[in-house]
């Protein structure tokens, strides 16, 4: 009986050590909540932060809103009046800085 070894390559996942199960929900992010003031350009109103410069935000995240458990987060990136990448909630305008469980940085960029 004859055995068809080129048919029997090792997987690629099972060298690296960090073999992914696709069925595994991807890491929960931790949110801390930002004071906008330290991260945007911009004034404190009554009904909530105003930006000097118009904020573009790069996508919706998975993540919802503490305080606003049906909005979803938005993903902003570092641009004029922006210092910091952070998760902003459209809706109760508050800011998140976020990290993995870990502790390592979700946003950071290079
Ligand atoms: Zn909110």
Known sequence: M???????????ASAAGDARNPEMPPPLLILTELNPMAII?????????????E???CGQMRETCPHCPSTHLQLVLRQKAVKLAHL??????????????????????P
Request: overall charge negative.
């Open 2 to 12: 004859e055995h068809l070894a080129e048919n029997s390559l090792p997987s690629e």
């Open 41 to 53: 350009e911009g004034v404190m109103l009554d009904d909530g932060f105003k930006a000097d410069e």
């Open 55 to 57: 904020i573009l935000s």
């Open 88 to 109: 902003f909630c459209p809706q109760c305008t508050r800011c998140y800085h976020a990290t993995y469980e870990d502790g390592s940085p979700a946003l950071a960029l």
